[in-house]
């Protein structure tokens, strides 16, 4: 299992796709924190990661990392790697979560360093503009917790990914299926049901470490397991479902 | 069991399949990739699936090897049952099947690497299955940066690196030069002879009557035959085309001699030749000399249409659709050709109205050219009976009067001499001998000449000159209307110029030539 996992790893990282969106992950953050740095005083840092600005520019890495997922196990090089794999391990079950082992272990380093990047950047700016907004410790505390947070849900991320790619075979489609639903789930479903089972609002929820609904009772903050069950539990359907397709299906 | 699997009594065969079958579906409809395969490949040696494209060779490795799953039927390799028991046989198999699916950046011996320690392999084999395929110089370099050749060595080098002892391969020789091809079939063949199996699928009958022992041949997802490459194959016959200047001759003479001769044009073509130079001998002792003599191998479609059985049509009932459709299409022809034949009488009809009027206006040209032609001639009867009544009347007067002339002077010569009436009737005689000279005037000799019938026959035309000319006439038009009558009419009236040549009837003729 080692064997195929590295293997996995290697591949993944030979490709150019996938140092693409590392760049990507990068370019992003690094964007972010320039703007941030033209207009410091706007926002306390300790405002930031409340409101949850922080953890929005931490999202699209995690996007990245399911785009990452999805490429891992979609087009010509992947089923030929896989067809590969399979003529020396024919265990199809020890392939696939393998594959999906390695998309989550993948996108650790991207998504490790785009974070450090964003949050090592905006400390800096709101230090150097005198605008933490709170103890230095605590802050630096939440941000790394945050970060740890962002890592999970980017390793999720990119699990679920690679299991819509087993399951839909096109990485376009499991792109604009992720697209469309964050549409969806942002313009249609938030504004008529709450959002404590979508899958968007509880990663944003996760991100940021707290989350508020409106009840009876007034606001009231949900708690970060809720959450982190809901992502879970989708990440392993569709890890399920992939393979039980991935076991069934012929290789191409 | 993941789907329905006939049970294959234990054998020796190092794969065995009964009723495999697979289909593909997509939105296109259903294609049958195998259709009730059963297969046996004996342990060792090299066995060759042989087939066209789409005959279902690529799919049945891709069933043994697990890269596709079967709709029913059963495999076993070396015993085990597949795919459930592909785990226990991952050592003993090694594949080439499609695109080996390599990483161009990384180098074939990084590849190769991947490979073995996804299937747990020491590295150390990997400079050895290297080594193996003749790849040393080369497995550094990027395989982005490789030859096909170089691309179906390192694939094959892939396969063997657990040392397998059933090797698959899916045609072998694609994309590969000549010296690439010849070096693969040989490394395939060593394996063979230490003892592996290679199954190798190939759409090239050469490569399998080199390399194969056994063979397979498919068509359409079916076994056509299965057997040695000898008995299927055959390996050095050849079909030879001939030409010659005298084919029968020299069919008859290829037939005498013991060859299969079957014609094609202006060519011969002789089957089952295994020394194409003693088709040369056999023409040249009869004398025959070949302008061309090329040998021929026989094809892969050649041989799958040999082995492909013919499969009587079997009636099938008609749908109500397809009664009415045919129903539609009878009458339809019926009308079209009820249509056709009357068109026909109506153009034979008009063709035979056109005859009769044609010969209506013929017959009514050749009787107003008859009746014109009657006219002419009883006009000219007519004037040919004036004039010689006007002859006649002429000599008649001048007869009369030498007659009168001749009679007064034998009168003279009487009051002169004072004779008696001998001498009157005397000069009588003469006197009409004159008168008759006057009227014929009679050629030289004639009267010297015994006259026979016709002669007297024209004596008497003579005598009636106009009744002469009025049959003349008639004798004419008879002959015109008779066939051969003109040159009769000439004939005669060459005789009647040399024998009669009197000047009524000279110029009757002369008349009648002229109106001709």
């Known amino acids: 299992m080692t064997g195929l996992l590295w293997a996995e790893l290697r591949r993944f990282g030979v490709r150019p796709a996938i140092r693409w969106i590392a760049a990507a992950m990068l370019g992003h953050v690094a964007l972010a924190v320039a703007l941030t740095a033209f ?16 953890s929005f520019y931490a999202l699209t890495s995690v996007f990245l990392a399911y785009v990452a997922g ?30 999906l082992a390695a998309a989550g272990v993948a996108v650790i380093p991207g998504v490790a360093a785009a974070y450090a990047l964003l949050a090592s950047g ?53 792109v604009s299926l992720a697209v469309a639903w964050f549409l969806v789930e942002e313009l249609v479903l938030n504004t008529r049901f709450p959002g404590d089972w979508f899958p968007f609002t509880n990663s944003d929820a996760w991100v940021r470490g707290t989350r508020t609904v409106l009840s009876g009772d007034g606001l009231l903050a949900v708690p970060l397991v809720h959450s982190a069950l809901v992502l879970l539990g989708i990440t392993v359907v569709l890890a399920l479902l992939g393979a039980v397709v991935f076991r069934r299906r012929d290789v191409r | 069991m993941p789907y329905p699997v006939r049970v294959i009594p234990g054998s020796d065969a190092a794969i065995e399949t009964l009723g495999l079958r697979k289909a593909y579906r997509s939105v296109r409809g259903r294609a049958v990739g195998v259709d009730g395969l059963d297969l046996r490949v004996p342990v060792g040696g090299v066995h060759a699936l042989l087939g066209l494209a789409g005959s279902g060779k690529t799919t049945t490795l891709r069933l043994l090897t697990g890269l596709a799953r079967a709709d029913g039927g059963a495999m076993k390799i070396f015993g085990t049952h597949v795919p459930d028991g592909l785990p226990d046989l991952a050592g003993r198999i090694g594949a080439v099947v499609g695109a080996p699916g390599f990483q161009a950046r990384l180098s074939g011996r990084r590849n190769l690497a991947l490979l073995a320690s996804a299937a747990g392999v020491p590295r150390t084999r990997v400079d050895e299955v290297l080594t193996r395929v003749v790849l ?13 050749d170089e691309e179906r060595r390192l694939a094959l080098a892939a396969a063997l690196l657990r040392d397998p002892d059933l090797l698959v391969v899916d045609d072998p020789s694609a994309g590969l030069d000549a010296v690439g091809t010849r070096e693969i079939r040989q490394a395939l063949r060593r394996l063979a002879d230490q003892g592996k199996t290679v199954l190798v699928a190939t759409g090239v009958l050469t490569e399998a009557q080199q390399i194969a022992d056994t063979v397979t041949v498919l068509d359409e997802g079916r076994i056509l035959a ?24 020299a069919a008859t003479a290829l037939r005498a001699a013991g060859f299969t001769v079957r014609a094609d044009g202006d060519a011969l073509h002789v089957d089952g030749v295994v020394e194409p130079a003693d088709i040369s001998r056999a023409l040249a002792k009869q004398k025959l000399f070949a302008s061309e003599l090329v040998p021929q191998r026989e094809d892969l ?39 056709a034949a009357d068109q026909r009488k109506a153009e034979k009809d008009a063709a035979a109205k056109q005859a009769a009027a044609d010969a209506g206006a013929a017959e009514e040209a050749a009787a107003k050219q008859a009746a014109s032609e009657a ?85 008497d035309a003579k005598a009636d000159p106009g009744r002469a000319a009025i049959e003349d006439k008639a004798a004419k038009k008879t002959n ?37």
């Not at chain 1, 410091?40 to 930031?48: D, Q, R, V």
């Not at chain 2, 004159?434 to 050629?443: D, F, G, H, R, T």
């Not at chain 2, 009769?488 to 109106?515: E, F, I, L, Y």
């Open chain 1, 39 to 54: 207009a410091p005083e706007a926002s306390t840092l300790a405002a930031m990661l409340e409101q949850g600005q922080i």
């Open chain 1, 70 to 99: 999805v490429l891992l196990v979609t087009g010509d090089a992947a089923s030929g790697g896989t067809r590969a794999l399979l003529t020396v391990e024919p265990r199809r079950g020890r392939v696939y979560w393998s594959k």
């Open chain 1, 122 to 174: 905006m400390y800096w700016v709101h230090a150097r503009a005198h605008v933490l907004g709170g103890p230095p410790s605590e802050l630096v505390e939440a941000m790394t917790w945050s970060g740890v947070r962002v890592l999970a849900l980017a390793v999720f991320a990119a699990v679920g990914g690679a299991a819509l790619g087993v399951l839909v075979r096109r990485w376009w489609v499991a």
């Open chain 2, 136 to 148: 040393t110089d080369r497995a550094r370099a990027a395989y982005g940066t490789y030859s096909v």
């Open chain 2, 226 to 249: 299965q057997g040695t490459v000898a008995e299927l194959l055959g390996d050095a016959k050849v079909s030879v085309r001939v030409r010659v200047d005298e084919p029968g001759k």
């Open chain 2, 301 to 339: 479609a050649a041989v799958v249409g040999r082995l492909r059985p013919v499969v009587p049509p079997t009636p099938t009932q008609p749908t109500r659709a397809e009664e009415r459709a045919a129903r539609k299409a009878a009458d339809h022809k019926a009308a079209e050709r009820k249509k």
């Open chain 2, 375 to 459: 006219r002419a001639a009883a006009k000219e009867a007519a004037i040919a009976e004036r004039a010689a009544a006007k002859e006649a009347a002429i000599a008649e007067r001048a007869a009369a009067k030498e007659a009168r002339r001749s009679a007064r002077k034998p009168a003279v010569s009487l009051a002169g001499r004072s004779a008696g009436g001998s001498a009157g009737s005397a000069v009588a005689p003469t006197g009409e001998r004159a008168a008759a000279a006057a009227v014929s005037k009679p050629a030289d000799g004639a009267a010297s000449r015994k006259p026979g019938p016709k002669e007297a026959e024209k004596a």
């Open chain 2, 480 to 516: 015109a209307s008779v066939p051969g009558g003109h040159q009769a009419t000439q004939r005669d009236q060459g005789q009647q110029t040399t024998g009669r040549p009197g000047p009524p009837q000279g110029q009757g003729n002369k008349r009648s030539k002229g109106r001709r």
